[in-house]
């Protein structure tokens, strides 16, 4: 008989008790395939328990598969024999925590952006008022898969008035960053795509593509962008470029050169061109450069862009604005993907857009961001016969070039020995090597600092280098 | 000379009037390649205006290609001659909207989960106190890639408690939805993988693999879940299945046949098994059945989860626990991915979890949805000889045969003619044709409707069928 030691005073239910007793008893081989059980009546009899205990203890058992019913016979254990029964349960290997890193004192990162500034308060009440509506209870069903409606039309609306595109919301797919957009976009565009990508380049974006084992062609870069007749020998039908302000070179494609690269893109139905537009709405010097989709009369941009330079890196909303032609492969072979942008947040964003926040927001960072680049072009200008500064015009780093023939790699040793963090140019190479008027360069990001510490950090930066 | 109508009234600025009208006579052919353009000093008399003001439209100007400075030449027209220019810009094409879907008035959809009894106020209370805490602003900066380690551990204690799952923090990898992950985790396995799916199976799963090009076998079920012995004659090394409730059908697979999974996945080095989890907390008979994860002694099991069910559909996060042996290839290949979810998100989730209201919510949901299940069971009891009902005992909707003949085509247009929206076996199917056991069967979620929505059409559902 089944007499496992009963607690009634246990938070554990009677039932469980019973069903644990019992399971053990067959894991352990006290109980075999074929051992009849107890009746429900005699087993509830013989612990002096309710029979519907026993029930929910056997039924439990029958669902897991431990035991069966077979009608009008009872209950019965099943065949559980399995090797991997008598192997001992290996103990789960603790995985490494990732490599150490340097800690710096100064962080020059080209990825990060000033929070220091950041409209806590508008953004909380931004939040807390579509928390607060109750009439917005259908945010937390499922939203449409290309992103909430008006959240697109906010950002159809922005991208005309600032970036000149010219695209419908229907256009437009939201989702949680420009990685998982590659992955979508990589896979509309098909299989047989090769990308060129500008050297050097954005290289999360060349290891998405190549990890995908997609073909990506490196393509040089000459004062203009990327080289054209390079683009045109190459094999690639879709060329990935960041015109407004390349990525990490800072250069700005000229109008004749966009009108090339259009022109190439229109000679076949297959190529396109990916817009990346990063960080364009920050240009300390005249007017913004238009996107190039904003001039693209045939249908050829893909536009991307993102949130995460122009809010917060945490803030995972990037945009696709695709041409109609790859919209409609999108619509019949993959929209069955889920939306991957909370619907509070995508709601907080249009809030932001359309009360004018982000235009005030950006407009105000635009000024911070002017003067760190100015305070820092102001402290190089006794050196500047020693270096060459360039792509300080736009965005959120600048290129500093040494004419003493120090190397990339002394001048980024002596900088994590003064524990300033600075960025070779050699880590964006799409293909090595460095082509000779990049050596001695390196990249110094400057959102993220404070002021104090741009002052402190540029201070290091004298001593360590001059 | 070039003479703009200069409006100093204007909101727009000076310069940039110059430089618009400049790039306009360029555009337009008035002036060509190679044209000299007036002097910065000329130009300013001429317009009187300053000299800052002209060399701020040139500088917009060279920025953008259209004009070049030939040193102590002075200011020239580029070429930008392309046949781009002459082809007229061709109008938008606007995509067409959807198709429309037919309106019903009960949705009977197993996808959606219950809104009514959200716990709205404790869910903003929750966001709220992380938007305040001044503190927090870290939340804005670019999070860890695999998740923030407060929220992984979280999941892992809540995982542990009630799934009876077995991980480390450091294995689980949180992302914006199963969609996301499963297209992160298709690299991880990598382009050789060939998947096992049920049939029927959870169909966006089915999409997104053969979508992305793999080899995706159907493998019939038994009454256990996926059968075994199909599974061994496939040429598959990763098996895809629900074994704690299986969608759409609703077996809980007993012990018995997860051994068996687990010693087909034991045998070769590249097996694994992909255990998706989706709604495994709504159990309304004896205990949660336990996940297979947690019985896995040989790190086989690759554990899949999300929030959409137990929380709201628009709650984009799921998360991966993977095996020691994947997890290190994602480590040294994939761990480049940012993260997809947002950080204040990720706060909030893990206080909703560390304040113990996840498992108060998930509780009380237990009880609501066990209501509605109760409730349809009671309404059907009556029609219980001509309908066999399967799959009631866990999750957020059942499946009803109907014996007299009536085929789901048929079921299915009288649903419609009745305003019903009920779903078909047919369409889960990763091979046709249905098998004879699930013909004439329907399925009926019950999760997203009100109490007395569903007292509504479950009225109209007896109409409609009886």
């Not at 710096?104 to 607060?132: A, C, H, Q």
């Not at 992955?183 to 090769?194: A, E, V, Y």
Request: with cysteine.
């Amino acid at each position: 008989m089944i007499t496992p030691i009963i607690d009634p005073a246990s938070k554990i239910p009677v039932y469980t008790q019973i069903y644990k007793y019992i399971k053990k008893e067959i894991e352990t081989g006290h109980l075999t395939f074929h051992d009849k059980l107890p009746s429900t009546r005699t087993l509830s009899a013989h612990l002096q328990v309710s029979r519907n205990t026993i029930d929910m203890a056997y039924g439990q058992l029958i669902d897991e598969g431990y035991i069966e019913a077979r009608p009008k016979r009872g209950f019965f254990v099943c065949d559980i024999s399995s090797n991997l029964m008598s192997i001992p349960a290996s103990i789960p290997e603790q995985p490494q925590p990732q490599a150490s890193t340097i800690t710096y004192d100064y962080e020059f990162s080209p990825y990060g952006v000033d929070l220091e500034n950041f409209p806590y308060g508008t953004w909380r009440k931004t939040m807390r008022d579509i928390l607060y509506d109750d009439r917005n209870t259908a945010l937390f069903e499922a939203g449409p898969r290309q992103g909430d409606m008006d959240f697109r039309q906010a950002i159809a609306d922005y991208l005309h008035q600032s970036r000149g595109v010219s695209c419908t919301p229907e256009q437009i797919i939201v989702g949680a960053g420009v990685d998982y957009l590659l992955l979508l976009l990589s896979q509309i565009l098909g299989r047989k795509t090769i990308f060129a990508m500008e050297n050097p380049s954005y290289m999360k974006a060349w290891r998405i593509l190549t990890h995908l084992d997609f073909q990506v062609v490196p393509v040089a870069l000459d004062k203009y962008g990327m080289d054209i007749n390079t683009l045109r020998e190459s094999p690639a039908n879709v060329a990935y470029i960041t015109p407004s302000h390349h990525f990490p070179m800072g250069i700005v494609m000229p109008i004749k050169r966009r009108q090339e690269i259009l022109a190439w893109a229109c000679e076949s139905d297959d190529r396109f061109i990916i817009e990346d537009d990063y960080d364009s709405e920050f240009r300390y010097k005249g007017r913004p450069i238009p996107s190039l989709q904003g001039i693209d009369t045939h249908q050829k941009v893909i536009y991307l862009g993102t949130f995460s330079k122009a809010i917060a890196p945490s803030m995972r909303i990037s945009y696709l604005v695709l041409p109609p032609a790859l919209l409609k492969i999108y619509r019949q072979e993959y929209s069955f993907y889920s939306n991957t942008v909370p619907r509070t947040e995508q709601k907080q964003m249009t809030e932001f857009i359309r009360q004018g926040h982000f235009q005030r927001h950006l407009n105000r960072m635009r000024n911070i961001y002017k003067s760190k680049r100015d305070y820092i072009l102001k402290v190089l200008e006794p050196y500047s016969p020693q270096i060459q500064i360039s792509g300080e015009n736009s965005g959120l780093h600048l290129l500093i070039r040494f004419k003493d023939g120090r190397s990339e790699e002394e001048l980024l040793a002596q900088a994590e020995k003064n524990r300033l963090h600075l960025f070779g140019i050699s880590q964006y190479m799409t293909q090595m090597p460095v082509p000779k008027h990049l050596t001695s360069t390196i990249i110094l990001g400057y959102a993220s600092l404070t002021f104090r510490q741009l002052q402190q950090g540029m201070e290091h930066f004298i001593q360590c280098y001059f």
